[in-house]
């Protein structure tokens, strides 16, 4: 009867091993990029397309309404407006910040809305013209008491709705905006864009 040294035998077992895992190893993965602006949809939850395509839709209404030729006509320049807020009532976790930033460069591109900052972004950028009192060159200095008023306030919230059977889903998501006057608290405009998913069970 032949013994193994057992040095021998614990490298035989482990190149086993070894064999063993390569065996079971998952499969590759590749990873490619892809145009943004290109919809590539894995499930049926909100993404990046809703989000731009919903705010893109949205702002072009708000512009075509009344109230925006009636405010160019009395005051001679375009309306200033402020994103107040934007509520997630739906079921899932949606990226807000992103789509108020959707909604911001939406603005932008129509060429007739001015937007302000609101919240933290204000709050920083007032500390930062008080900083320049103190430390900065008295000709770059940015005055107090500048700023530009806001003549409207923008609100909304979105919500979705789920609707199951027999492993298949209907996901619809409603965005809902209104525009607010802020001198006197009127409803301006009043927005609302649907967007709704079907997810088969194959």
């Known amino acids: 009867m032949t013994i193994r040294h057992p040095s021998r035998l614990t490298g035989l077992l482990l190149l086993l091993l070894l064999v063993v895992l390569a065996a079971c190893g998952g499969p590759s993965v590749t990873v490619s990029r892809e145009d943004p602006d290109q919809?590539?949809?894995l499930t049926d939850r909100w993404n990046s397309t809703d989000s731009r395509l919903v705010s893109q839709t949205m702002i072009e209404d708000m512009v075509t309404f009344p109230w925006y030729n009636r405010f160019v006509a009395?005051?001679?320049?375009?309306?200033?407006?402020?994103?107040?807020?934007?509520?997630n009532r739906s079921h899932?976790?949606?990226p807000v910040n992103t789509f108020i930033n959707d909604i911001r460069r939406a603005m932008l591109q129509t060429g007739q809305l001015d937007f302000v900052a609101s919240g933290e972004e204000r709050d920083d950028i007032r500390q930062e013209r008080l900083e320049q009192e103190q430390h900065a060159r008295e000709d770059t200095?940015?005055?107090?008491?500048?700023?530009?008023?806001?003549?409207?306030?923008?609100?909304?919230e979105i919500n979705s709705f789920v609707d199951t059977l027999d492993g298949n889903r209907v996901t619809s998501?409603?965005?809902?905006?209104?525009?607010?006057?802020?001198?006197d608290t009127?409803?301006?405009?009043?927005g609302t864009e649907r967007i709704q998913k079907f997810q088969q069970r194959r």
Do not use: K
């Open 92 to 94: 899932e976790h949606i």
């Open 141 to 156: 200095i940015q005055a107090m008491g500048q700023e530009l008023g806001a003549d409207f306030a923008l609100t909304g």
């Open 74 to 87: 009395e005051h001679g320049r375009e309306p200033v407006v402020i994103v107040h807020s934007i509520r």
């Open 186 to 190: 009127r409803d301006v405009w009043l």
């Open 39 to 41: 919809e590539i949809a």
């Open 173 to 183: 998501y409603q965005v809902d905006m209104r525009l607010i006057s802020i001198l």
